[in-house]
Structures are given as C-alpha cells and as structure tokens.
Nanobody, 124 residues
Framework: QVQLVESGGGLVQAGGSLRLSCVASGRAFSSYSMGWFRQAPGKEREFVAAISRRSFNTDYADSVKGRFTISRDNAKNTVYLQMTSLKAEDTAVYYC?????????????????WGQGTQVTVSS
C-alpha cells in the first residue's frame, strides 16, 4: 500500500497553467504505475493521464493531449501533472492514483491507492 498526497491546485484564468504534485509514501514508489484522474461536479471520475514505472510510457485522455504533461521523479517519490492552456471544462477535483501493474492503465479499477484530491478551478 502507498499513501498519496496531492498539492498544487487552485484558481486560474482560462489559458493559464498549473502544476500538480503528488507525493507518495510507503512501499517503493518505483514499483507503481501512476495515474491522474479528475472528477467534476455531477460527473464520474475520468482518466486524465498515466505514466509507467520508469517513465518509459505515458498515456493521455484525448481532451488533454497536447496541453497536459505527466512526469515522475522516483528519487523524490513524486508524480507531476503540468497543465497548460487550461479551459473552464478542466475544472474538477484532481486525484493521483497508484497501480501495481507493469503497463499503463486508463481504467480506474486498476488503481488500488488514491490521494484525497486537489481542486482545480479555471475561470473563463
């Protein structure tokens, strides 16, 4: 099991940028594939981005491709989500999650451990 704590959310104008961070503690961070998900009010939690254990592979939802970048620093037990060209529809609570799988996954059911979430609000 791994404990996850997100930070970096806030209020930003449309077109702006934010970088989210997620620090992990517990078992070896490098043994987990990591993902970011988000949940807007009244909507289901949806996949945003994922990164493999050694950063060899990444995956993105179509809605964020070209605007968001996921990365990780295993020495710091941290995964990041750099968000640029933000839109009002990006407003949501953003969660990081950890999965003990060898590949990437956009399926939230593959993720065993979740953070508490950080709010991102984009004003138009």
């Amino acid at each position: 099991q791994v404990q996850l704590v997100e930070s970096g959310g806030g209020l930003v104008q449309a077109g702006g940028s934010l970088r989210l961070s997620c620090v992990a503690s517990g078992r070896a961070f490098s043994s987990y594939s990591m993902g970011w998900f988000r949940q807007a009010p009244g909507k289901e939690r949806e996949f945003v981005a994922a990164i493999s254990r050694r950063s060899f592979n990444t995956d993105y939802a179509d809605s964020v491709k070209g605007r968001f970048t996921i990365s990780r620093d295993n020495a710091k037990n941290t995964v990041y989500l750099q968000m640029t060209s933000l839109k009002a529809e990006d407003t949501a609570v953003y969660y990081c999650a950890a999965a003990q799988i060898w590949t990437l996954s956009s399926n939230r059911n593959d993720y065993n451990d979740w953070g508490q979430g950080t709010q991102v609000t984009v004003s138009s």
